[in-house]
């Protein structure tokens, strides 16, 4: 799991069937809410917070993904080259 910026939300992963979603919510364990999901063979690594809390970016599939924090379809930024990411 992953806490914003600020301490307010916390970024996780879940299996759900044969996929994982990636979940927000707030640091008290309420209000869950599912941004994306993938499939089980995707293999998605740790979540990182953008800065201002607004995105999620994260591997998968060999490739580096954003989406939304309050949800949508996830945007593949670019070609992974490792696992660490960082928001600039």
């Known amino acids: 799991p992953r806490f914003s910026a600020d301490g307010k939300r916390i970024a996780f992963w879940r299996r759900a069937g044969a996929r994982h979603e990636l979940c927000a919510m707030t640091a008290d364990g ?3 809410r ?16 953008s800065p201002d809390g607004r995105h999620l970016a994260f591997v998968a599939a060999g490739a580096v993904n ?10 593949r930024v670019t070609a992974a080259s490792g696992t660490t990411l960082r928001w600039r």
């Open 30 to 32: 309420a209000d869950v």
């Open 34 to 49: 599912v941004a994306c999901s993938v499939p089980a063979n995707a293999e998605p690594g740790t979540a990182e917070w």
């Open 66 to 75: 954003a989406v939304p924090a309050a949800g949508g379809e996830p945007a």
